[in-house]
């Protein structure tokens, strides 16, 4: 088994001085206009549609003059044969969207692939933007033309002489542009962070999982049928709808808490229930299908997520004979560096819980004759953050595989360990995942009532005392990252976030991570307040100590599942990650020698990761939903 090297045999060689410098470097120019582009069509849908055409490619190697090729696309294919794909390393910015057109359409894959996108994304978060001409922008190193702009909808044949040549200079300058970028930003950017950007994009590109097109239209009827009489056991009439109180009523009736927030109008409390507010947004994901078409319907959706979602699956597999499922992973979507949903397919929260969970991921198969392997690290956060604040007690039972759900009830409830009922373990079990990062009591019942169970508050005041007086470690952890973001925002220096090897502070580039990255709180500030807040995407964030504590978790554990992923790549196709979970496809013949070797790599710490004790569970089926 172990010597049938599989198509990432890459991974078992030392990147170090293969990828000092991209050996191609690849850009291509294609057919748009204003229905037909990447702003109206996801990448899948773009380059698997009928009107997709190239107009022409640019090629580098090395740092040799780039080269450029427009004619049909057989002549296109014959002219990119030119070129050893198989033994390069090939470098685009946004690789996504050229590997796939190199892949699907001319059917060539290379040693590997870089993404300064990607890089970009990890190093410098929101502070720039993605976009090619931005970087460009950013580091002095030219400027991007505007020739794309005159090309709408100009198909390859209605470009004179003149202005193909002008289009051809411009591709041309993209490709020197996106190898100058390369360079700038592989000044130490970490190797094994490139081989995930590699293995991000081959999910996409070479896909493996499938999809049960008949399944899947089986479940888009059941899934329509159930939403009309949902809407009327429900009572859903505009007056209902139209009224925040008695929307607000209709909410609670299915035991879901209304989301408040304070109206900038009047500065008093009010629901949020407009389409821009994220806690009422958040409802959509929520397992009981009576909130999601409430909200849908609140929304002025026709469909529900779940409708939609199995809309688009039919779309992707209709698109080709195998109904192949291209996985659009992006690399560092968090600034955690988790990844992320992409391309209108977020595989990162199909439904695991509720009465329809699972039916949509049963949908997704694994190839005849083969498996799908998923495995997911276990309470690898709470693992972490008993680590890093140095809770040894809670550290050591992690170590032993006790039951530390059971061990939190009995002391929320008084008893031993072994009298603790399943609705207690069930109760410890929340606590123990969801107290560590300073959350209250209101916010905890609230957490509680999404799941189901409505707690008395003076419970839930007592749950979080008890947590916090027998983690005091954890909560002296938290005030120190308090302390460490007063120090960050005046640019001081400090080593009370020191962890040698893990976390280290830099007061101008953030908390350096085991993955060499750094975790970043761009423009943090001091508010009127005294709370701190960082700019995001969104806008500005409040962020103090509790909530470092998550951060800091969250990128920890994504380190470790990095390395996991490369560690299991170099035997086996990774073929999807979520969360803290990693999937595979293996043939059915060597399911349990792969089983065991992942459940290996995903128990094992990495080297600095000393007295840290992991753990992981799997599952194995020809479908993904009953892994």
Not at 131 to 147: D, I, N, P, Q, T
Not at 182 to 204: A, H, Q, S
């Amino acid at each position: 088994f172990f010597k049938q090297k599989t198509a990432y045999e890459i991974y078992q060689c030392d990147w170090s001085s293969d990828v000092c410098s991209s050996d191609l470097t690849i850009d291509f120019e294609t057919y748009y206009d204003k229905d037909f582009s990447l702003t109206k069509l996801t990448t899948e849908e773009y380059v698997n549609d009928p009107r997709f055409e190239v107009i022409g490619v640019a090629v580098k190697v090395n740092n040799e003059p780039t080269e450029w090729f427009s004619g049909t696309m057989e002549e296109t294919g014959e002219w990119l044969g030119r070129f050893d794909w198989a033994n390069n390393f090939v470098l685009a910015h946004n690789a996504m969207f050229d590997s796939a057109i190199l892949t699907w359409r001319f059917g060539y894959q290379p040693k590997a692939w870089l993404d300064t996108l990607s890089m970009a994304r990890a190093l410098l978060g929101v502070t720039v933007g993605g976009s090619l001409a931005k970087l460009v922008e950013h580091f002095g190193l030219g400027a991007k033309g505007h020739e794309v702009e005159d090309a709408k909808g100009f198909r390859r044949l209605d470009f004179t002489p003149e202005h193909l040549n002008q289009y051809a200079l411009y591709c041309i300058n993209d490709v020197d542009l996106t190898y100058r970028l390369y360079r700038e930003l592989d000044n130490g950017f970490p190797v094994k962070e490139k081989k995930l950007i590699d293995l991000t994009i081959r999910m996409f590109s070479v896909p493996l999982l499938e999809l049960d097109l008949p399944r899947l239209r089986t479940h888009l009827a059941e899934v329509k049928e159930r939403k009309q009489k949902l809407f009327t056991d429900a009572g859903i009439t505009p007056e209902v709808l139209n009224s925040n109180k008695k929307f607000a009523a209709l909410l609670e009736s299915f035991g879901v808490r209304p989301p408040m927030k304070i109206s900038p109008t009047t500065g008093k409390e009010t629901y949020a229930f407009a389409k821009s507010d994220e806690d009422f947004l958040a409802l959509q994901e929520l397992p009981d299908e009576r909130v999601q078409a409430v909200v849908a319907a609140r929304l002025g959706a026709r469909s529900t997520l779940e409708e939609t979602r199995t809309e688009r699956f039919i779309s992707i597999a209709e698109h080709t004979q195998s109904h192949v499922l291209p996985i659009p992973l992006k690399y560092y979507a968090a600034h955690t560096g988790r990844w992320g949903g992409s391309d209108s397919v977020n595989l990162q929260n199909l439904p695991s819980r509720g009465q329809q969970a699972g039916k949509l991921k049963r949908c997704i198969v694994a190839p005849k004759g083969h498996v799908i392997i998923d495995c997911d690290s276990s309470q690898i956060e709470a693992r972490v953050l008993a680590w890093l604040a140095g809770e040894v007690g809670i550290l050591q039972k992690f170590a032993k595989k006790e039951d530390v759900y059971k061990y939190m009830a009995s002391m929320i409830f008084s008893c031993y360990e072994h009298d603790v009922n399943p609705e207690q373990r069930f109760i410890g079990k929340t606590t123990v995942l969801g107290a560590g990062y300073g959350m209250g009591a209101v916010k905890f019942q609230r957490q509680l009532q999404t799941m189901g169970k409505n707690v008395d508050i003076d419970l839930c005041k007592h749950i979080i005392k008890q947590y916090r007086n027998a983690n005091r470690k954890i909560a002296d952890w938290w005030n120190m990252l308090n302390q460490m973001l007063v120090y960050m925002a005046a640019n001081k220096p400090s080593e009370r976030i020191d962890f040698p090897g893990v976390l280290e502070l830099s007061p101008f580039t953030g908390v350096r991570l085991p993955n060499g990255l750094f975790l970043n709180y761009p423009e943090l500030r001091r508010e009127a307040d005294g709370q701190y807040s960082y700019m995001t995407r969104y806008g500005r964030n409040r962020i103090y100590g509790g909530k470092v504590a998550e951060n800091l978790c969250q990128a920890v554990a994504r380190c470790i599942i990095g390395e996991q992923m490369i560690e299991i790549a170099k035997e086996l196709r990774v073929v999807l990650t979520v969360h803290d979970a990693i999937a595979c496809v293996v043939p059915e013949s060597q399911a349990e020698q792969a089983r065991t070797y992942i459940e290996t790599c995903m128990s094992t710490s990495p080297k600095w990761a000393v007295g840290l004790p992991l753990s992981c569970e799997s599952g194995m089926a020809t479908n993904y939903g009953d892994c």
